[in-house]
């Protein structure tokens, strides 16, 4: 959706206007080293803040909070409230145990 998203607001002269930040649990943009690059062009392309470490616990969608555990080293944990607009969450995703 981040870059679906993102290349809209790019042809309607919006997205200069549009703090994007792209918030991701773990410490890769995706999990295929082959797609790494070109997802990361695309990334700077549409000026996204990409957040790593960042674990969405809970949102407050009445004040439109979205809550992170952020964790910078075993020694540096912190909660972290980021207002937003638009928020498009993706659970955890694995391959099932008979195909890992």
């Not at 679906?4 to 995706?30: E, M, P, Y």
């Not at 000026?47 to 910078?72: C, K, S």
Request: hydrophobic letters at 40%.
């Amino acid at each position: 959706a981040l870059y679906l998203s993102c290349d809209h607001w790019r042809r309607q002269g919006t997205l200069n206007n549009i703090n994007v930040n792209f918030c991701l649990a773990g410490t890769a943009v995706f999990g295929i080293p082959q797609f790494v690059p070109p997802l990361s062009g695309y990334l700077e392309k549409y000026r996204a803040q990409v957040n790593f470490n960042h674990n969405l616990i809970r949102i407050d969608g009445e004040n439109r909070q979205a809550i992170f555990a952020v964790e910078a080293n075993e020694e540096e944990k912190r909660e972290l409230t980021l207002p937003f607009d638009m928020l498009h969450v993706v659970p955890p995703q694995s391959a099932p145990a008979f195909i890992s």
